[in-house]
């Protein structure tokens, strides 16, 4: 008789088995998103472009960035500074620029449009 199983019990879920290429180029992948995230806070650091613009229409490798993370990128914006924007606009600081719904995106910009002019 085979044994009983719990049909209650966690089923356990295992990630996929990827081969050696398939694990190469999602690391490739992942890469390069950092790359451009990082030449994003560079040219925000150098005033090449605001947090306006790239919030409100990003690009798709910045729709799982935190949306803190770029507001620390802006000159003047410190931790303290950049809570308080979210917090004024009711997001939380670990939403991604993806998750933004469109009040907190549309809030959020003109928000930061205000203060940047």
């Given amino acids: 008789m085979p ?3 719990d049909i209650n019990a ?3 879920a295992s990630a996929p ?3 050696h290429i398939q694990r190469m180029e999602a690391l490739q992948r992942a890469n390069h998103i950092r790359t451009q ?3 994003i ?5 150098a005033r090449k472009t605001t947090i306006d613009r790239l919030l409100e229409n990003p690009p798709e490798y910045l729709e799982t960035a935190k949306v803190i993370e770029l507001l620390l ?3 003047k ?7 308080k924007i979210l917090q004024q606009c ?3 600081p670990s939403k991604t620029v993806g998750g933004l719904s469109d009040r907190q995106r549309k809030e959020l910009v003109e928000l930061l449009r205000a203060r940047l002019s």
């Fill in 3 to 5: 044994p009983a199983t």
């Fill in 10 to 12: 966690p089923k356990q």
């Fill in 17 to 19: 088995e990827r081969s």
């Fill in 37 to 39: 995230r990082a030449q």
């Fill in 41 to 45: 806070k560079r040219d925000l650091k």
């Fill in 73 to 75: 990128a802006v000159p």
């Fill in 77 to 83: 914006y410190g931790r303290v500074k950049a809570n």
């Fill in 90 to 92: 009711r997001i939380s």
